[in-house]
């Protein structure tokens, strides 16, 4: 039977969309849930690499093995700061997923975090790519990609073109660069 007062659908129909939207918030949840707690293990070996560039010499030793005497004490000071940074701004988005803000500044280290390592890597070549450069390249890019994911996907599945133009974009000139373009820069005495 149709009930007029549900708007012409029966309590059936109502009480299965509630059951249905029920079940999309608690995945939602648990999504999010899972997206927390990888910004907060990302956000931990961040802190694990500050305290290393502050009282270890791995920043010197492994990290840019290519050049470590390129590798200063302020150097290493200026990276540990940094890296204090992106840590606090990964723990803050992992508990602020609905922050606009915090979420595009999250975003933004990524990017750093790329364009930094792509530098190091492929121009002035002071870090190996395997193994010093690959992991940073996969948590950045595992963590931008799921935070994207999460920011476009979440309220309808509609913005999924957009995600994928975006991977498109991003994938262009990584396939196209030739690396042996650039030049390692030379250092001013």
């Not at 190996?128 to 950045?140: G, S």
């Not at 476009?152 to 498109?168: G, K």
Request: charge should be positive; proline fraction near 3%.
């Amino acid at each position: 039977g149709i009930n007029a007062e549900y708007g012409g659908h029966s309590k059936h129909k109502m009480n299965k969309n509630i059951n249905r939207q029920s079940k999309n918030n608690l995945r939602k949840k648990e999504k999010m849930k899972l997206l927390q707690i990888w910004l907060l293990f990302v956000s931990a070996l961040s802190l694990f690499g500050a305290f290393q560039a502050f009282f270890l010499e791995t920043l010197k030793d492994q990290q840019f093995s290519n050049a470590p005497e390129q590798v200063t004490d302020v150097a290493r000071r200026l990276f540990g700061s940094w890296t204090i940074l992106a840590t606090v701004i990964l723990a803050l988005c992992a508990f602020h997923l609905h922050e606009k803000a915090i979420v595009n500044a999250t975003l933004g280290s990524f990017i750093i975090v790329f364009i930094v390592y792509s530098y190091e890597t492929f121009i002035a070549k002071t870090i190996p790519l395997w193994p010093n450069a690959t992991a940073p390249f996969i948590i950045a890019g595992i963590s931008f990609f799921w935070v994207i994911i999460d920011k476009y996907t979440s309220s309808t599945n509609e913005n999924y073109h957009y995600l994928l133009l975006l991977l498109v974009i991003l994938y262009i000139p990584f396939n196209r660069i030739n690396i042996n373009f650039f030049k390692k820069p030379t250092l001013i005495k």
